[in-house]
């Protein structure tokens, strides 16, 4: 087993994807702690789905299939759904959960209606189109990586930058506002790196799955500490790593895709945290009570004088 | 039989369905567990697939059925030990649905069931997967199964309407009046399940997602009474089946799609021109209330 970890590290093709995927788990774990903290764990869902009609409409009008032409659509279709929920919430009596399913679903029925249209009508160049909604890894090219890298290390930068105005923004976000900060824009902000990781990750893991890597290693991390700037780090660890374990195992057994064995590896971290994590796993809080039940005793117990 | 008639029956039942149970999910906050079910019975399809190499096995409406209870019952359990509601459907439905693809993508030689069928449906084909018992013909399986479901679903409600229409609105009550809430949580959610399954074939694990709030949503925004809002759900829901199907006949594309784009659009057609919760009627009734404040 080890020669074929080994014999893959050593393939530069392999390699490439490698850190592909470990750069989008890593910035991804990082983008998903805010969100979750700021409790839009499932905004990366909607938004995923809702790239779909922007791929298809960006595919139509150029002809070609460009990870450009992809990612602008996307990105544009995104913000759309993100400015839909706003909407959807704000000026009707629809709750945020009901909105992001409506939005979800619609852009992902149009986005269906189009793929299915363009399918059909038999342009050659469109195969391999809905890979797109499976993610599959193994189809990403030197590029491509180049640009998640990009797009990863962007992320961290901003993220590392704004990190206090980040944090105020998601624990306080009325303190925030009493400062006099921008945090309107801020939210957007962060809305719009969220959409960004999203649809950079969708080739590699896949519309459903992409949520996954926004959450799991964040709630993950989230056991293990109750200070922001560890929770960011761990995440990202553990996002990183799921995309190595990810890669590596799908690349030794036939016909396993990478992104579900990602997100897979993504929900045995955060398993294994909600075990054996110190104070707040299940192990820990199993132990402590059983502490205080000993002391208890040891005092003399209940007394029934 | 003409094969419109039966694709548009099949869809009709699937919306029928579906728009049913949404109203509840809609008035119970939980329409995101609606999304995790229809996405959490894929492994449950998937093993029972291959365990007994059919498709129209009771065992696998059974099996995954039990699949989706299985996630809500992870999902609540989660939230009880203190994790957000929706962090923790988000990691349960996708572990889910992580291990179905794997499993079909491992067994993709033996499984007849195409991932992309899984996740859009190929409503245009129900008439050629027909249902035979004692070698007669009983038309398309998909209607069969979905008509039992439709038929279930309405046994239930009517049968214990009031319980489920006050657990909707004030749990709290509900339980006070002695209502067992967890079990008709649970009686819900199979229903959810069960729809999911059923219709899995026909419109796709994605779209169900679609049918199951958004033509609910379109009746909260129409009504304040539980009875009419059931109906015009399902009258949404049909009214998008049928305009749908010719969408797509004259696009070429896929049928499941163009229902849940129709859907939308009916939706924003309420969201905006609702004579209730509209956003124009609340824009008069704003300037109208601002004209008054003034003359007075």
């Given amino acids: 087993m080890w020669n074929t970890i080994g014999a893959l590290i050593l393939d530069p093709n392999v390699r490439w994807i490698i850190v592909g995927c470990m750069l989008l788990g890593l910035s991804s774990g990082v983008i998903g702690s805010f969100m979750v903290l700021r409790k839009q764990s499932l905004i990366g869902d909607a938004l995923a789905h809702a790239a779909l009609p922007g791929i298809c409409i960006a595919f139509m009008l150029s002809g070609v299939k460009s990870t450009g032409g992809f990612f602008i659509g996307a990105l544009v279709a995104g913000v759309l759904a993100t400015f839909g929920i706003r909407w959807i919430t704000q000026y009707s009596r629809i709750k945020q959960d009901a909105a992001m399913g409506i939005i979800l679903s619609f852009f992902f029925g149009v986005g269906v209606l189009l793929l299915t249209h363009i399918q059909h009508s038999g342009d050659g160049g469109q195969s391999g189109l809905d890979k797109y909604l499976f993610g599959q890894a193994a189809s990403m090219m030197q590029s491509d990586v180049y640009v998640l890298a990009g797009i990863s290390l962007l992320m961290i930068v901003i993220c590392v930058a704004l990190f206090r105005l980040f944090k105020l923004i998601s624990f306080d976000p009325g303190f925030a506002k009493g400062m006099g900060l921008p945090v309107a824009f801020l939210e957007q902000l962060l809305l719009l790196l969220t959409v960004i990781i999203v649809v950079a990750g969708i080739q590699a893991v896949g519309v459903v799955l992409m949520s996954a890597l926004l959450i799991t290693p964040a709630i993950a991390a989230r056991f293990w500490t109750d200070r922001l700037h560890i929770m960011v780090m761990v995440s990202g660890i553990f996002g990183a790593l799921s995309g190595l374990i990810g890669t590596l195992w799908s690349g030794m057994v036939s016909q396993l895709p990478t992104g579900p064995v990602t997100v897979l590896a993504a929900t045995v971290f955060f398993a294994i945290s909600a075990l054996c994590a110190p104070r707040r796993g299940w192990l820990a809080k199993l132990w402590s009570r059983k502490q205080t039940k000993d002391q208890w005793q040891r005092q003399g117990g209940i007394s029934h004088e | ?296």
């Avoid at chain 2, 784009?261 to 609702?274: D, E, N, P, R």
Wanted: one cysteine or more; charged letters at 10%.
């Fill in chain 2, 1 to 296: 039989m003409s094969s419109d008639f039966w694709i548009i029956l099949t869809a009709c039942l699937m919306s029928a369905a579906c728009g049913l149970l949404g109203c509840f999910l809609i008035l119970r906050k939980m329409a995101l567990i609606g999304d995790a079910i229809s996405h959490a019975v894929l492994p449950g399809i998937a093993i029972a697939f291959l365990l007994s190499g059919t498709r129209d096995s009771l065992a696998m409406m059974i099996g995954a059925t039990a699949l989706g209870l299985l996630a809500v019952f992870l999902i609540q359990w989660l939230q009880n030990s203190g994790i957000q509601s929706d962090a923790s459907i988000g990691i349960i439905f996708t572990a889910l649905f992580a291990i179905g693809v794997i499993i079909i993508s491992l067994n993709a030689r033996n499984i007849d069931l195409d991932l992309d069928c899984v996740l859009f449906g190929e409503i245009a084909y129900v008439q050629w997967d027909t249902w035979t018992a004692n070698g007669i013909d009983m038309g398309p399986r998909s209607v069969w199964m979905l008509g039992s479901a439709l038929l279930i679903i309405l046994l239930l409600l009517a049968l214990f309407y009031k319980q489920f229409k006050i657990s909707a609105f004030d749990p709290a009550m509900a339980v006070a009046c002695g209502i067992p809430v967890m079990l008709f949580h649970y009686l819900l959610m199979g229903m959810v399940s069960m729809t999911s399954v059923a219709s899995f074939e026909s419109v796709g694990a994605i779209l169900v997602v679609g049918m199951l709030i958004i033509p609910a949503s379109t009746a909260y925004l129409l009504t304040d009474r539980l009875g009419r809002m059931l109906m015009y759900s399902v009258l949404t829901g049909v009214v998008s089946s049928i305009i749908g199907y010719y969408t797509a006949y004259v696009l070429n594309a896929s049928i499941a799609g163009s229902i849940v784009t129709v859907a939308g659009i009916l939706f924003g057609i309420a969201f905006v021109f609702s004579p209730k919760h509209g956003v124009l009627i609340r824009r008069l009734r704003q300037r109208r209330s601002q004209g008054t404040a003034i003359a007075e």
